[in-house]
């Protein structure tokens, strides 16, 4: 099912699998942002990554003993969620365990997605409540595509990436979706940009682990029309595209795909978030388009 929001100056539509955003769209210039989900280079939109992001070892973790399995950014993408609009311009998706999910992750938990349009803001929100007895162990992240060209008759490399406060970027390496230690300078201009090109994500993505900046922004020296994406508080980041795709992934991530050393132990997992019974963990990111 689908549900749409509206405000003056922007809409966006979501599904219930996934409680995934579909499209955001300008009604000032009936731009959309979004990236079109086309199936031939990656057919999602914007997933939420939990209750791990990234993949494991082996797609094994161990707790309490016991072995479980889960693939590459866990399950919630792919389940159906309860949707619940508030208003015009809010709505709040919700999903709990279930008998299925419990057999690869052994955790009462309720994830809320929640989106509110703000003028020409996009909030999207992830609120993890424990609803066990025991703590409760997840990551959770966001993996955003933008479309890029924004305006017909640009090109992919017509557009940047502006970064508020890095000059460099210090990449770590991916191999069979495990992180490597070892790092890869990516050198920004005096102005903090990353001249967009599709060999950039050839081979992965760029995996950012001590990023200093808290917005990023898409532009063009061409084309008034981009946006910024405002994160605070996610130790980890993201950035890929599919090999010639038209778009980018900005990812804020609170938790990591396993190291190549891991020992698999979801308790040591890096960038693990460890909640107590009863309390209840938010954070948000947000994208302002013009």
């Not at 709505?91 to 309720?110: H, I, R, W």
């Not at 495990?178 to 060999?199: D, S």
């Not at 132990?265 to 388009?289: C, D, F, H, M």
Request: hydrophobic letters at 40%; proline letters at 4%; glycine letters at 6%.
């Amino acid at each position: 099912m689908i549900i749409s929001l509206e405000n003056p100056q922007i809409s966006a539509s979501f599904s219930t699998k996934g409680g995934e955003l579909q499209a955001l769209e300008s009604k000032q210039s009936n731009l959309k942002y979004l990236w079109n989900g086309d199936s031939n280079f990656w057919g999602k939109f914007s997933p939420v990554l939990f209750p791990i992001v990234g993949g494991l070892k082996e797609d094994t973790y161990f707790f309490d003993h016991q072995t479980y399995h889960l693939p590459r950014h866990g399950f919630a993408r792919d389940r159906a969620f309860e949707a619940h609009k508030i208003a015009d311009d809010e709505v709040l998706f919700l999903l709990k365990e279930d008998t299925e999910s419990l057999k690869v992750y052994p955790f009462n938990f309720q994830l809320g997605l929640r989106y509110q349009l703000i003028k020409n803001t996009l909030r999207c929100s992830y609120e993890v409540l424990n609803t066990g007895a025991k703590d409760l162990w997840f990551s959770i992240g966001g993996h955003p595509a933008f479309s890029v060209p924004l305006k017909p008759g640009l090109k992919y490399d017509d557009y940047y990436l502006e970064f508020n406060q890095d000059k460099q970027l210090n990449v770590h390496q991916v191999t069979n979706n495990l992180i490597e230690e070892a790092t890869a300078v990516i050198a920004l201009t005096t102005e903090g940009k990353l001249p967009l090109n599709h060999q950039l994500f050839y081979q992965d993505a760029l995996v950012l682990k001590d990023l200093k900046s808290n917005k990023i922004s898409l532009k063009s020296d061409k084309d008034s029309h981009g946006f910024d994406f405002h994160f605070e508080a996610f130790p980890f980041f993201g950035i890929w595209a599919a090999k010639d795709a038209d778009f980018v992934c900005l990812e804020p991530w609170c938790g990591i795909a396993d190291g190549v050393h891991h020992d698999q132990e979801l308790r040591n997992k890096e960038g693990i978030i460890n909640l107590a019974p009863g309390k209840e963990w938010s954070q948000y990111w947000e994208v302002t388009i013009y």
